[in-house]
């Protein structure tokens, strides 16, 4: 997962104190030579502005791309979807605005298959009593739904996958939320994909087994080197991965 912020590829710790980490075009060649899986990338500023992810960033990203990848940031419409699949992404994601305005999923998968439309939750636990509740709008606006049901709505709606973030996870490299993730994974026949907290290779395994998630998100463990999270990007060799 690679956050863009004005233009720049940035990591977070809870959906704040953001870090330039370098130019998202960079990390794509050298993901490329990495050999990466697939990349998903996300304008988090979008929404707030009132804005969208560039369709000509993303045209920028299918050039150099050797991998298929994904795009999302401020999607409201159905134009903004063609956009985004005409400049080369594979898959949309949809985060904000699902919430919003849970039709609109309904309509997209209609239009573009399901295989294109993934669904970002953001999720945050309550400091009492603490359960989870979904959060928008980049984590500052509370939406009206629990996690599971809110994932069971948009299987419903025609999503073809589902992205769950912990927001209390967000870079901190301690692990993911295993409860979270288990909980969605159980009651959803769409592949979820794990994301917020991955450390180690020993993470992505919890949440693999542990947490039955069909695919594991990160960022920090690609892009932060050493103790003093040093920036290298990187990307473990197939014989290094746990699965």
Known sequence: MLLLRAGGLVKSRRFSDFRYIGDPLNAVKIFNDLRADELIFLDIMATQMNQTISPDFVRSVGEEADMPFAAGGGIRTIQHIRDIVGAGAEKVVIGSYAAENPEFIADAAAQFGSSTIVVCV???????????????????????????????????????????????????????????????????????????????LSHLKDAYLAGRATGLGAGSIFVFHGRRKGVLINYPEQTERPF
């Open 122 to 200: 953001d999720v945050k636990r309550e400091s009492w009593p603490g359960d989870a509740r979904v959060w928008t709008v980049n984590g500052t606006r509370r939406a009206p739904y629990k996690p599971v049901d809110f994932a069971m709505l948009i299987e419903e709606k025609g999503a073809g996958e589902v992205i769950v973030q912990s927001i209390d996870k967000d870079g901190s490299m301690d692990g993911y939320d295993i409860d979270l993730i288990r909980a969605i994974s159980e009651r959803v026949a769409i592949p979820v994909v794990a994301l917020g907290g991955a450390g180690n």
